[in-house]
Structures are given as structure tokens and as C-alpha cells.
């Protein structure tokens, strides 16, 4: 499995923001039973700005976006891929899930905010762009409750929790 994280600005995090990213990102795929190939980048408001203006005509800065790759028949199953090469990375095999995009400074605002640790918000953060990478969304209160289901089972189970 491979990991790829992209520094597009400067980190500034009292952790090791790079282990909390990767144990998220694992223990994400533990709990849908997926292999894959991820990249996260972290950058800042101005670069999130400028992407989230031009892939979703939103102009302002937001605190993650996701670009799956994969087209689910339904959110979080996988046994469709077995045929099909194209999400598949050519030298290693691995699905290539898609990107994950956050922006350092809202992960500090957001975690302000909410009355919790910055590192608590990056993993909050990469749970939830994981689970949009296995197809789920939060358009309706029914898929907004199964997120938030498997965003705080993602985190329970590595020990990232709101205290």
C-alpha cells in the first residue's frame, strides 16, 4: 500500500502529523476492507481557494476536498473493481483511490473552533475525505449519519477522540 503526502506549504504541527495521517488512512481501509494507493497534500487557504473555485466554482477557501477516482455502484463496495483495470495502478496494482487536499490553517481554525487538538481535526479531516474516496457523501441525513458513524469509528479505533 502506498501513501503519498505532499507538502504544498509549510507544516507547522507539535506532531508527527505525517503517522496520524498514514494511521487514518489504514485504519480507514481496516474498516472497509480496501486496498489502494492514496496521496494527501497539505497546503494552505490561498492554494485550497484557488482549487476549490475551479473544480467546484465555490470562491473560497475550504478545509479539505476529495477527488475520488473510482465511480461506485454503491458507496463502499468494491467487488465491481474486480473487472475493471482502470482504477488500478499499472506497476504496483494497487486502486488508486484518489486525493485528498487540506489546508493547514483551517485544520488550526476548525480545531479552535471546536474546542480540540489540531491533531484531533487533521485526523477528523482525513477520515472524512477517506470515506469520500469509498464513494459516501452527506447530501442527506442518512448519508450524513453514516459518515459521521464511520468518521468517529475510524478515530475511536486508533484513539483519536474528541477529550
Not at 486525493?99 to 473552533?113: L, T
Request: glycine share 4%; charged share 30%; aromatic share 10%.
Amino acid at each position: 500500500m502506498t501513501i503519498a503526502i505532499e507538502e504544498e506549504t509549510k507544516v507547522d504541527f507539535d506532531f508527527d502529523y505525517k503517522k496520524v495521517i498514514e494511521a487514518v488512512i489504514n485504519q480507514a481501509m481496516d474498516y472497509k476492507n480496501c486496498p489502494y494507493e492514496a496521496e494527501v497534500s497539505l497546503t494552505d487557504n490561498d492554494s485550497i481557494h484557488a482549487i476549490n473555485k475551479e473544480f467546484r466554482n465555490i470562491d473560497n477557501p475550504t478545509d479539505v476536498l476529495s477527488f475520488p477516482l473510482v465511480e461506485y455502484e454503491e458507496a463502499g463496495q468494491f467487488d465491481f473493481l474486480e473487472d475493471r483495470d482502470d482504477c488500478f495502478n499499472p506497476e504496483s496494482g494497487e486502486l488508486m483511490l484518489g486525493d485528498i487536499v487540506i489546508s493547514v490553517e483551517k485544520v488550526y481554525e476548525q480545531a479552535d473552533k471546536y474546542g480540540h487538538s489540531p491533531k484531533r481535526e487533521l485526523a477528523f479531516l482525513t477520515a472524512h475525505s477517506m470515506l469520500h474516496l469509498f464513494g459516501y457523501d452527506h447530501m442527506t441525513p442518512e448519508e450524513a449519519a453514516v459518515m459521521e458513524k464511520g468518521q468517529e469509528e475510524i478515530l475511536a479505533a486508533i484513539g483519536i477522540t474528541r477529550g
